[in-house]
């Protein structure tokens, strides 16, 4: 590695080389959670906004010197920038787009969609698990593993399938059917634990060092929130290529949005965006970090009543968790200190959505912009629609909504938030008749 990484816990604030530590503060156990330190002086010497103008690679690849990932071996996983030999080649640099119709429904004069649900595994959490893979690669473990409330799973047994790589995962039972199919597609070992998301993650941290696998677990391997933070990275350089200046602000070569809403279940999502950012202001690539709010379903709140009590991610215990939007449920979320601080730091929020303003917002995100988000996903949009409501959100702010997921991770879920179709005879006269009672 030439980036000269270092590993700073996120309670104590002590620092250790990469070397020291392979997951946690060893002071502080299993929610000693760290951040990568990088030396930015370094780093800007072989990466600029002039260096990305001119890279053809469209995937989180482009950002490689901000990685904590040996280059080579990245390379050599991946082959040629511009021609992706395999999945792994093609996470991240998803579509932002600009939802007009949606703004003005919402009475907002900015608004974008970060839609990836168009990831190789159709999920935001290609981003870290492609980290997962090359740091397993790199490190020489023969097996990864990750618990997973199912697309994290999807995403690392995707990628291990792009590079032939063995895993094993560890899904609550209920996770949707679609997502246990793509494991078991890509091959992946699969147990399904008859309990909770929560008794998976803790069954895979002692699974992993019982059977000497490398551990992907979210919220406790450092490295997947630097996979997380390449969406930061996304949406400003799209904001500034989209020649977004109107608003006044050009002081910075990449343009940060005044908000971003994220869904929120463990938090690493969150925390990792919340990372890009700080990387990027400390890089002199934006003039100021977005507030950053995080959305949780109603039934799955810890972080939002945290927030409301004025908690610090120590302080939090597990609580029961149910939601309609699977991805999102965590009684403990394995990211709190990250994800309080994302919101705490930026001036932004965390806010609460039911069960129905989540599945509401599926079709309404859908017919809005064209984005068929899972429920965890239209979450977020639930979020804003939410913050416009209560005046947290300004009719002139510069919104981002990052969509997480693909609507067909769960047709399920779906289907509970729309009507029934017009089932008829093959004739013409029913068609007729439809259309007139449409009328
Ligand atoms: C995992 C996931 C989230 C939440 O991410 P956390 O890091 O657990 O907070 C949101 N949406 C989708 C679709 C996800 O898969
Ligand atoms: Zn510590």
Redesign the pocket.
Known sequence: MDHDLGLKCTICGEEYTVDQTEYVCPKHGDDGILDVIYDYELASRTISPQTLAQDPTRSIWRYLPLLPVDPGAVRALIGHARYPSNPLAAVGWTPLYAAPRLAEKLGLQHLWVKD??RQPTA???DR?SAIAVVKTRELGYEVVTTA?????AA?LSGLCAAIDQPNVIFVPKTAPQAKVAQLLVFGATVFLVDGTYDEAFDLCLVAAPAFGWYNRN??YNPY?SEG?KTAAYEICEQLSVAGSTEGGRAAAPFQAPDWVF???????????IHKGFKDMLALGWIDHIPAIA?VQAAGSSPLVDAWERGLEGWDMTLVEAHSV?D??V?GL???RIK?LRAARETGGAYISVTDSEILAAIPELAQGCGVF?????A??YAGLVKAVGTGLVGSSDRVVV?????GL?DVAGAMKSVGQPHTIAPDLAEVRRVMNALR
Request: charged share 15%; aromatic share 2%.
């Open positions: 990836d649900g999920s935001f959490k870290a997973s409330s199912g697309n994290a995403a979210t919220g997947m997380k994220i869904p929120v279940g463990d938090g690493c999502i969150i925390g990792g995080g939007a991805s999102i965590a979320p394995r990211d994800a988000a899972e429920p965890a996903a979450a977020a990052m969509s997480t997921g693909s991770k």
